[in-house]
């Protein structure tokens, strides 16, 4: 019999104690037994390494994407280490759990996982940094050419004008991105709240849509709106609801070549707002569909990519509007293929509170 035998198998379940407190930590929590066998992934850990926990839990840790490689049984150390889960870098330790009896028997390994980049810096200092050192700059940026172009200063050649506009433009990409940014950096700090007060969702989507009509006019893709009328009047937190349906409506033009055709439908069902956004795009390749409200995807191997000219972003809009529908109860899913263009979908709960 061997040592590892030898240790009762009831001090398994010390490697569950404290659970409760271990899921709601912001960094990945991972806990192995002695042999490498999964029996703990919080939330943050199922996140960074962008797997279903559920579907990992009694799985070998040699199943897990990025490849941790736990201390062998001649007791070398294997403290920390590096893996890459899509284009993120993640830092791991590991740290062995013990048994009280008998004689301090390894009964399994804790392992710790956070995003290397945010290894030096906390996220307060990272929401200030990007906050304060980015938007601020940004904002004057864009008042500025904003002035140039609405010929405040003076009229201004062509070719001036046409470089402006090229400076305007990717000021305001850049501050989307910033504020992306800083609202990820914000539901990671536990700071998001919502606001319920009675709505006008048909308003919402008017102003987004009239917010969007030159980046289609410029494009030449149609965006056909329908909106129910029994949604004059509902409660539900508005600014939430204005930034999910931006996010979407975002993703399905960045991936919808010039001519295409993008659909709203907004409607009331079961005491719900539902909401469809389908696009005749380029689609979802397989590769990209588990991770598509991930951080940081992109998808870089659909086969249609080269379709897009208007193609930007980092792969957070998703990810954010995911979080703020499932903040407020609701729920977000997708259907998609190739050549055949995406359709998504979401769900809230409407209020009922005075």
């Keep these: 019999m061997s040592n590892h035998d030898s240790v009762p198998e009831k001090s398994q379940d010390e490697l569950l104690r404290s659970t409760v407190v271990l899921q709601a930590l912001p960094d990945g929590v991972v806990i192995c037994d002695r042999a490498g066998m999964l029996r703990f992934i919080n939330p943050a850990a199922a996140r960074l390494l962008q797997i279903d926990a559920d579907a990992y839990v009694l799985q070998s840790i040699d199943n897990v ?13 294997v ?17 062995p759990i013990c048994s009280e009896r008998p004689k301090k028997a390894r009964i399994g390994f804790l392992i710790t996982i956070k995003p290397a980049s945010l290894e030096t ?6 929401r200030t940094i990007v906050g304060y050192e980015f938007r601020a700059p940004l904002t004057s940026i864009m008042g500025c050419t904003d002035l140039l172009l609405r010929n405040v200063v003076g009229e201004m050649p062509g ?33 998001v709240r919502l606001s319920i007060e009675e709505t006008n969702v048909s308003e919402i989507v008017n102003d987004i849509i009239v917010s969007k009509k030159k980046l289609f006019a410029d494009t030449d893709i149609i965006c056909d709106v329908k909106v129910s009328p029994d949604l004059f009047s509902v409660r ?12 979407l409506l975002d993703n399905a033009f960045r991936y919808t070549p010039s001519g295409g055709n993008i659909s709203v439908n907004v409607r009331i069902a079961a005491d719900q707002l539902c909401c469809d956004i389908q696009d005749s795009g380029i689609g979802i390749s397989e590769s990209a569909r588990p991770r598509v409200f991930t951080r940081f995807v992109n998808d870089y191997n659909n086969p249609l990519r080269d379709k897009i000219d208007h193609y930007s972003g980092v792969g957070l809009g998703l990810t954010i509007a995911k979080r703020l529908v499932e903040l407020q109860g609701g729920q977000m899913w997708f259907e998609s293929a190739v050549g055949q263009g995406s ?12």
């Design 343 to 354: 359709t998504f979908s979401f769900t809230l709960p409407l209020s009922n509170e005075v």
């Design 121 to 126: 810096m906390s996220l307060e200092e990272l």
């Design 65 to 77: 994407p990025g490849g941790i490689v736990l201390p062998d049984e001649s007791g070398q150390q």
């Design 159 to 191: 070719k001036q004008r046409e470089l402006i506009q090229i400076v305007n433009n990717v000021s305001k990409r850049l501050f989307n991105v910033v504020n992306n940014v800083i609202s990820v950096i914000q539901f990671d700090l536990g700071r």
């Design 236 to 247: 539900i937190d508005q600014y939430k609801l204005y930034e999910i349906l931006t996010h």
């Design 79 to 95: 403290p920390e280490q590096f893996i890459k889960i899509a284009y993120e870098d993640l830092r791991c330790k590991i740290i």
